[in-house]
């Protein structure tokens, strides 16, 4: 008998789960922006507590966090037909499966179920024919797969029709016939709605996190990419102090404010059950809606901790990896928000550019059109050497190694030395001929700003669809080092 994890509270002990196939429904019923409003983003409770009555308790013990996952079906005034018979026979512990356009796409478990007309209405109005989705289930953790099932070989199997036209539940000896056709999975949830995770490794994280931004990019942007790559702001100055900045102690509701997010919880409930968001933190937003402090700085410079989860946060300890995750995210930001000052006020700035950043900014534009105010600060500055730039430029006879341009000027050619890892923050690159390329203005400028990368043969691609574009120009006296091409190639946010 296959083990399908722990039952959740409130089934039987020894329950054998049965499945239900539950159709999403299509647009003309709203199915998609139901399920993203009442599964993907969840149904606070306290919105709809008056409708829930006596129901409310039982979902506040199964919904700590005060987001429930709620999914409804309109009644039927049949007796044996596939539906009638699945509203009477489903029970709390059954699985989940969830079903359009001919796939199956998640999975989830009842952990309650029970009727009530105002709720339905409230969550997900009513049909054309003025019915609605009355009979709910709660349901626990979703687990999205990470490529959608066929639904006809599954059908198939089980003696039913392609594609699926009704709710239908399959019995528990059905469900474990068709199991090998399924993505196993180690839990479906549990009462919290948290599921049960193996380790988290780097290739699953960012499977993980390119999993949460498909799913939510329509739902909520941009908050969760911005809610990311603030707790990673946050990460990166717990790990490194010195390159703390006044907002990695500031709240993530301001954060949001300013950048036109949601502010509400329910945004951070797919980081927190993906495994990226620690669950802890995300619970104490919900207290004080503000992250930490209500808001405020904390006392001591050195309180700021991560709000990912613990294996989150060990794996962007390492600067590859947090650069990897940062053009991901950055990607996914809406085109209205400026990157760089996005990347800058989380105590990133730099990894936008291969070339880092070298100093902070001196001039802070006041927009009143008076002269900027001055201030003494102390800059640390990088001593570049001359030396390697111009032994570059001297070995290609200033053509560009991507191109073979070289650019005439009135007192000979023009070229520029590249830094393949920047030698500002968080890159520290090395200032030798090894990290080091020949280009022209515009490759420079493309190679700096993550639009090329160069892969592991030295073939020169795009970074938005790998197309190449040249081969690398290598001079036999030039040893370019392969790790400062693949910390590039990370900063590209791509995984080698």
Not at 45 to 72: D, H, M
Not at 131 to 145: R, S
Not at 194 to 216: A, D, I, Y
Not at 465 to 486: F, M, V, Y
Request: charged letters at 25%; proline letters at 6%.
């Amino acid at each position: 008998m296959p083990d399908r994890g722990r039952l959740d509270a409130g089934a039987t002990p020894g329950h054998r789960p049965q499945l239900v196939l539950q159709l999403r429904g299509g647009a003309n019923v709203r199915g998609p922006k139901h399920y993203q409003h009442s599964i993907i983003r969840g149904v606070r409770l306290a919105e709809i507590a008056a409708e829930l009555g006596p129901e409310l308790p039982v979902l506040r013990r199964l919904y700590p966090e005060g987001v429930a996952r709620l999914w409804g079906s309109t009644p039927t005034e049949q007796v044996n037909n596939d539906k009638a018979r699945a509203l009477r026979e489903r029970k709390v512990g059954d699985h989940v499966l969830f079903y359009a356009d001919k796939v199956f796409y998640a999975r989830a478990r009842i952990l309650h179920l029970f009727r009530n007309q105002a709720v339905a209405k409230r969550v997900w109005q009513t049909d054309d024919e003025g019915q609605t989705w009355e009979h709910i289930m709660a349901l626990g953790a979703i687990d999205q797969f990470t490529h959608a099932v066929p639904a006809e070989p599954i059908l198939r199997q089980l003696g039913l029709r392609c594609p699926l036209r009704s709710l239908t539940l399959v019995n528990a000896d059905e469900y474990d016939s068709i199991l090998p056709l399924l993505p196993t999975l180690p839990s479906i949830g549990s009462p919290h709605g948290l599921p049960t995770r193996k380790r988290m490794g780097r290739k699953q994280f960012f499977r993980v996190l390119r999993q949460v931004l498909e799913r939510s990019s329509e739902a909520s942007p941009p908050d969760l990419p911005l809610a990311m790559l603030w707790a990673i702001g946050r990460a990166a100055a717990a790990a490194e102090p010195s390159s703390r900045t006044a907002e990695t102690t500031t709240s993530l509701e301001a954060f949001l404010e300013r950048h036109g997010g949601s502010n509400e919880r329910s945004l951070l409930r797919p980081l927190v059950d993906s495994g990226l968001w620690d669950h802890e933190r995300a619970l104490n937003w919900e207290v004080d809606r503000s992250g930490f402090h209500g808001g405020r700085a904390p006392s001591a410079p050195d309180v700021v901790k991560s709000d990912l989860s613990a294996e989150a946060a060990a794996l962007l300890a390492d600067v590859d990896m947090r650069g990897r995750a940062v053009a991901i995210l950055s990607r996914a930001l809406t085109s209205d928000l400026d990157r760089a000052t996005v990347l800058a006020q989380v105590g990133l700035a730099g990894y936008d550019s291969a070339a880092g950043t070298l100093e902070p900014d001196l001039l802070t534009p006041t927009g009143s059109g008076d002269p900027a105010e001055r201030k003494l600060v102390t800059v640390d500055r990088i001593v570049r050497s001359s030396r390697y730039a111009k032994a570059v430029k001297r070995l290609y006879d200033h053509r560009c190694q991507i191109c073979g341009v070289r650019l005439a000027t009135r007192d000979g050619y023009y070229s520029e030395a590249a830094h393949i890892r920047g030698l500002g923050k968080p890159h520290d690159g090395t200032d030798d001929l090894s990290n080091l390329l020949c280009l022209c203005p515009n490759h420079h400028t493309q190679f700096d700003f993550f639009a090329l990368y160069v892969d592991e043969k030295f073939t020169v691609r795009r970074t938005s669809d790998d197309s190449p574009i040249s081969e690398l120009r290598r001079h036999p006296q030039h040893h370019i080092d392969q790790n400062h091409l693949r910390h590039h190639r990370r900063f590209c946010g791509l995984p080698k």
